[in-house]
Nanobody
């Protein structure tokens, strides 16, 4: 099994910053992409940002220029620096990792428990 532990959510005023962190542990053979999804009340879960093991990143248009994803392959960790936060960024943020266990030939997505980000004055 793969465990993903997130940290860094909270309440911040519009224009503020937060940094989300996530570390994967378990019987991991390899991790391909890692990243963050979010889900706001009444809305579908959306991919916010992802990064491959080679460092290629991808962002949803609404966060480009404000959010930066980074990764430490040696620690199986991924972070999301969120600047200039807006009320519409309010959501539960979920870390994910597309990983292969030592006992498997296949990659599949694993998820963290989610961390709440609230942007409000």
């Amino acid at each position: 099994q793969v465990q993903l532990v997130e940290s860094g959510g909270g309440l911040v005023q519009p224009g503020g910053s937060l940094r989300l962190s996530c570390a994967a542990s378990g019987s991991i053979a390899s991790i391909d992409a890692m990243g963050w999804y979010r889900q706001a009340p009444g809305k579908e879960r959306e991919l916010v940002a992802s990064i491959t093991s080679g460092g290629s990143s991808n962002y949803v248009d609404s966060v480009k220029g404000r959010f930066t994803i980074s990764r430490d392959n040696a620690k199986n960790a991924v972070s999301l620096q969120m600047n200039n936060l807006k009320p519409e960024d309010t959501a539960v943020y979920y870390c994910y990792a597309n990983a292969r266990l030592r006992s498997s030939f296949y990659f599949r997505d694993h998820w963290g428990q989610g961390t709440q980000v609230t942007v409000s004055s």
